[in-house]
């Protein structure tokens, strides 16, 4: 299988009109409700609370979060994405920024979900997200983060010991072709189906290596959980991280 890299600036273009036909084709949005519900169950989410979705994208939680009266302000640096998530939520507030450079806040729930972590040039990059994602916290806020871990990338994917392992999978009209680096803990994935192909990255960080880049971004007390339940880590489960701000719960 040829390993076909992603461009550096990967995210300036996999983020356009065809990327949620794709996705959606691939029941990538299928579980949302099932989502919400237990999101706006943990003890984080308190009724009118204060809350940052970066990125945004669509809207996709941003949007139902603002219909159940939290006050939300999403970040996304597609234009694209956030055209659709104005015309489909109004009622949240909306800024074309960089998740390094988020409003000042303050905020009791910053929100970074469905794997939208590791996509920045270099480590030392996503190490400055954090910090500012904490900066724009209230005292005793909660960041909320949804990622699949290292650990779930190799049970899936790697085989033995191998530096790369690779997969092909095809739903409906979508073609994945997916290679690992585990040397450089990067996962390449090329989407396509008629009309449409994009190569994309992210960088895949082990569960010990997030905990300690959110204790030196400033998080006091960081848990990791199976889902949104707050049930145990699984190999086969994205991970839910909650990584607090020291001081009172606002």
Not at 150 to 172: C, I, L, Q, Y
Request: glycine fraction near 8%.
């Amino acid at each position: 299988m040829p390993l076909t890299p992603s461009p550096d600036n990967w995210a300036a273009t996999f983020f356009d009109d065809g990327f949620e036909t794709t996705f959606t084709e691939l029941g990538k949005y299928d579980t949302t409700e099932q989502d919400l519900a237990a999101l706006m169950a943990l003890p984080a989410m308190q009724p009118g609370a204060r809350i940052l979705d970066v990125p945004c994208g669509t809207g996709r939680h941003a949007g139902p979060l603002a219909a159940a009266g939290y006050r939300v302000t999403g970040i996304d640096a597609s234009p694209v994405q956030l055209a659709t998530a104005r015309r489909r939520w109004p009622a949240v507030t909306y800024h074309a920024l960089d998740m390094r450079t988020p409003p000042s806040g303050p905020y009791d729930v910053v929100l970074n979900l469905w794997t939208s972590f590791g996509y920045l040039p270099t480590p030392a990059d996503d190490t400055e997200a954090l910090a500012a994602w904490r900066r724009a916290l209230a005292p005793g806020g909660t960041l909320v983060m949804e990622l699949t871990t290292r650990e779930r990338a190799e049970h899936e994917n790697r085989h033995d010991h191998e530096p790369v392992s690779t997969k092909k999978t095809t739903t409906g009209t979508v073609t994945e072709t997916s290679w690992y680096d585990w040397t450089e803990s990067l996962a390449h994935v090329t989407y396509s189906r008629p009309g449409w192909s994009r190569t994309c990255h992210t960088r895949m960080y082990t569960r010990d290596e997030l905990h300690t880049m959110l204790t030196a971004a400033g998080f006091d007390a960081v848990s990791f959980h199976g889902d949104f339940l707050l049930g145990p880590t699984r190999p086969a489960n994205r991970t839910v991280v909650l990584a607090t701000t020291p001081g009172d719960t606002p």
